[in-house]
């Protein structure tokens, strides 16, 4: 699976979109990009995924350039409750069986 | 969305003595899991991956006679830490997609073993 790259931590005010970035210059043409979330000692939650069209559901909007070599997760509102660590992972979807290989994440600090 | 427990949430234990932390999927079933380790402040690393049925297939570096995975059925794999020492003490999480076609893969809540 394709290596990616995130800041290591980044602020927004509450209220405000948070905009967290990720590179994954050598993504395949049959990778998705996931994300997901872990909140302090908890286990990560799936946030949303997409193959190269953006996509939005009841919590994120995940932007894929058109050379799918980046992307962007933003959360429209965020909340002091989206404080946590997004983790961007590029791997072949419809093969759900196939492992999750972390990187080291972007921690997201919602400040009042 | 579906969801998967872990038993127990927390545990301390002397130096030398084995651990068994469950994973269980509730309301599906899982002929896969994925068994994780974070340090703090660390991301999670991939230990193992569980399989039903059929012996686990561990990470590079990470010792499967001390990390003992079973998977008897469709919604339980444990790990067991044998001969557990300090430098054990971490953060264990296990995964397991809803179903091979799946979308996403569903989280424990993790076991944080600590040992003295």
């Known amino acids: 699976d394709a290596k990616t790259t995130q800041p290591t931590s980044m602020d927004c005010a509450e209220g405000r979109a948070a905009n967290l970035p990720c590179n994954h210059s050598?993504?395949?043409?049959?990778?998705?990009v996931y994300w997901y979330r872990q909140i302090h000692s908890q286990g990560p939650q799936y946030i949303i995924h997409?193959?190269?069209n953006n996509e939005t559901n009841e919590m994120a909007s995940l932007i894929i350039t058109e050379d799918r070599k980046s992307s962007t997760l933003i959360l429209p509102h965020a909340t002091l409750r989206d404080t946590a660590v997004y983790y961007c992972?590029?791997?072949?979807?419809?093969?759900?069986?196939?492992?999750?290989?972390f990187g080291t994440g972007t921690r997201l600090q919602v400040f009042p | 969305g579906a969801v998967v427990s872990q038993h127990p949430s927390r545990v301390i234990c002397k130096s030398g003595t084995s651990v068994k932390i469950e994973c269980r999927s509730l309301?599906?079933?899982?002929?896969?899991m994925f068994w994780y380790r974070q340090f703090p402040k660390q991301s999670l690393m991939l230990m193992a991956t569980?399989?039903?049925?059929?012996?686990?297939?561990?990470e590079q570096g990470v010792e499967k006679d001390k990390f003992l995975i079973n998977h008897a059925s469709l919604t339980l794999s444990t790990l067991t830490v044998t001969s557990a020492h300090p430098e054990d003490s971490s953060f264990y999480i296990c995964?397991?997609?809803?179903?091979?076609?799946?979308?996403?893969?569903?989280f424990g809540p993790g076991t944080r073993l600590t040992v003295l």
């Open positions: 050598t993504i395949s043409g049959n990778e998705y």
């Open positions: 992972i590029v791997r072949v979807a419809l093969r759900n069986t196939d492992k999750l290989i």
């Open positions: 569980s399989n039903e049925g059929s012996k686990a297939t561990y």
């Open positions: 995964s397991a997609p809803s179903d091979p076609r799946g979308d996403e893969q569903f």
């Open positions: 309301d599906f079933q899982a002929t896969t």
């Open positions: 997409g193959l190269k």
